[in-house]
């Protein structure tokens, strides 16, 4: 029995390929760029789940230097001995039949098992216990591709066996309290399962089986996210979950229930992480991923509909090649049901979801407000994300390096987010890449879902020592219409400013900078054109630095909104969203007591009315504890009782999305 019958492309391999080759041919073209590359010992880190990709090639004249460190980034060094080159070799032989690849392989992985074997130096570099489960999987991968190559010889599958033994031995090792909670921990234990399946080591695929079940009831909060606080660490545990699953399903091993729950768990919550294009946001240590593809293979792992239904009905080229083409088949059979909600709260890691649908142009509002998520972890507290009409129009900034450095420290701080700083200051400070010595404690609010009126609001502690309790309140009023409410409680006057990061395919320009009424932006992309409305203070239009992926760092427009205010305080925001052109205002209107007709000031309710292609809206958002006997509230000629209210000309009722 071929090792490919149980283990990847679901014993299909040669009908894979053919497949591949005539649905794929973007990503054929792709493999044998990099093949080529490879061949004249030319490196670069592109592929679709590369962690930390690159933009430069790195040449090595003669031999590898397999400890080698460009630039000062040892991610460089990670990436490469995760072998992923060795994957690429492998489907460039099996496209093309080519020996050149082979030879290439063979030459590349003799070369590392003799110059760079397992120190304790190395366990710090080329053996980091991450990279050693890791390249696990592509170097079995690549023994299937080569199966049939006359270069992959008897002889070398042995040396390449011992090699993997002193893997399985070395991870055996390795289990610290850092790994338990780490994604570290998942991805080195799969490595091990893959090697307990391969060797048919009962211990190793017990211990390894065992381990990553304690791992994700560590790791894996009982909303479903992994608690680092990254959609794209997120996404590597899920995938690592899900492989152990497949194969330990191929191969007839027990797998631990929560094990098989959690993963369910995670894929839904990738699923609200997703954007309407699939894509993550890029929160916290995170790139700009379509991550459709695990949505599809968890989909079909757990037989779900709903997933199926997320994942937009997409067999992708991953899931190809860890399902093949019966994989295919059984995706297509699978019914599309979508969920009936669609907004939705990963209530334990603080993350807020409004959507208006789950189809392609919907309007999708992220707002964050949970733990830091270790060193991964921004200060983000009160940031929020838009998207609507197919693109980004506020963006998270991303992450650029892991480099200690004032770019990597200024991408993770509350000023490179869209949230409000106080007096100028941090609400938390960096020490390093991975540290911080002060950190804003989040209280999570409440949230209320209605339909296209959706309402979420949440607060911090981080500038408790200047008497300052900061909250935010964001409610979407129909699909493109929303409003993000500020309130700062507290006493003696402060400087606030708000910023707001767009999307970097667009440009903004500033219309009115607040000096005669509300600030006035209007953002142009390619399918969207966004307005957006502060009501209080002025507004400076700026370029600030963002990083969709690792390795590269690009512009944006930023508009940062000054105010000064003394005691408490309140800051609106309004942003209408549309992909075609949109007669839109906003303003503030005064707030009453129908019973008393007492008009209540600033400091205790504040209206807002905007008006939007012929319909108006109204939000009532009271400040403080008011009713005391039967009372209730008026701005703009619509009157209701709450704490949040909101109404338009198409229902005067209104709808109450807090008490």
Request: charged share 25%; net charge negative; hydrophobic share 35%.
């Amino acid at each position: 029995m071929k090792l490919s019958e149980k283990f990847w492309f679901a014993g299909e391999l040669d009908s894979t390929i053919a497949y591949w080759k005539t649905h794929y041919p973007d990503s054929c073209a792709h493999v044998l760029e990099q093949a080529k590359n490879i061949c004249r010992n030319t490196f670069l880190f592109r592929e679709h789940w590369e962690m930390e990709r690159t933009n430069k090639s790195v040449v090595f004249p003669e031999k590898i230097i397999w400890n080698h460190i460009p630039e000062g980034d040892p991610e460089w060094l990670y990436a490469l001995n995760r072998h992923t080159c060795f994957l690429i070799l492998g489907k460039a032989w099996q496209l093309t039949g080519h020996e050149k690849y082979a030879e290439k392989f063979t030459e590349l992985l003799c070369d590392w098992i003799e110059c760079a074997p397992l120190t304790q130096e190395s366990r710090n570099d080329t053996w980091r216990s991450l990279e050693a489960g890791i390249r696990i999987e592509n170097w079995l991968k690549s023994f299937i591709l080569f199966s049939d190559s006359p270069l992959w010889t008897a002889r070398l599958q042995e040396k390449a066996d011992d090699a993997l033994r002193i893997h399985g031995q070395y991870l055996m090792e390795t289990d610290l309290p850092f790994h338990h909670l780490s994604n570290w921990g998942v991805l080195q234990n799969h490595g091990l399962l893959l090697l307990g399946l391969y060797f048919d080591n009962p211990e190793w695929t017990q211990e390894a089986a065992g381990r990553l079940d304690q791992e994700v009831y560590m790791q894996v909060f009982g909303d479903g996210s992994q608690w680092e606080q990254s959609p794209m660490y997120h996404c590597e545990v899920l995938y690592a979950l899900m492989d152990s699953l497949l194969l330990m399903d191929r191969f007839h091993k027990p797998v631990p229930q929560r094990l098989r729950d959690f993963v369910r768990k995670m894929a839904f919550a990738l699923a609200c992480w997703c954007k309407p294009d699939g894509h993550m946001p890029c929160q916290g240590d995170s790139d700009d991923i379509d991550a459709r593809d695990l949505l599809t293979g968890a989909s079909l792992l757990c037989q779900d509909s709903s997933l199926k239904a997320l994942s937009q009905g997409i067999f992708f080229e991953d899931n190809l090649w860890s399902f093949g083409l019966s994989g295919l088949e059984a995706y297509k059979s699978l019914p599309s049901v979508p969920p009936k909600e669609t907004s939705r709260v990963l209530t334990d890691s603080g993350n807020y979801f409004l959507r208006s649908g789950w189809h392609a142009a919907a309007d999708y509002l992220r707002l964050h407000c949970g733990c830091m998520g270790s060193g991964h972890g921004h200060g983000d507290q009160l940031h929020v994300v838009y998207f609507s009409c197919g693109e980004d129009i506020l963006i998270d900034p991303g992450r650029y390096t892991y480099v200690d450095s004032p770019v990597r420290r200024k991408l993770k701080l509350p000023s490179s987010h869209n949230t409000v700083c106080v007096d100028g200051e941090e609400f938390c400070e960096c020490t390093d890449s991975w540290g911080y010595s002060r950190m804003a404690y989040p209280i999570k609010g409440e949230f209320c879902f209605r339909g296209q009126i959706n309402f979420a609001m949440a607060a911090h502690l981080g500038y408790l020592e200047k008497g300052i309790f900061a909250t935010r309140k964001v409610v979407t009023l129909e699909e493109g219409l929303i409003l993000i409410a500020d309130v700062f409680y507290g006493s003696g006057t402060h400087k606030y400013h708000s910023r707001f990061h767009f999307g970097r395919q667009g440009r903004a320009s500033l219309l009115e900078d607040g000096s005669a009424g509300p600030v006035r932006v209007r953002f142009e992309g390619r399918r969207v054109r966004a307005e957006l409305f502060a009501l209080k203070g002025t507004g400076s239009l700026s370029e600030a630095e963002c990083s969709p992926e690792y390795n590269l760092l690009t512009a944006c427009d930023c508009l940062t909104v000054h105010d000064t205010q003394e005691g408490q305080a309140s800051l609106y925001t309004v942003i209408s969203a549309s992909a075609q052109a949109q007669d839109v205002s906003a303003e503030l209107i005064p707030v009453s007591k129908v019973r008393s007709g007492e008009r209540l000031s600033p400091l205790q309710a504040e209206g807002i009315r905007i008006r939007k292609n012929g319909t108006e809206h109204v939000v009532i958002l009271c400040h403080q504890e008011l009713i005391s006997e039967v009372d209730y509230f008026e701005a703009g000629g619509f009157s209701s009782y709450g704490k949040t209210m909101v109404f338009s000309s198409r229902n005067r009722e209104g709808i109450c999305v807090q008490y």
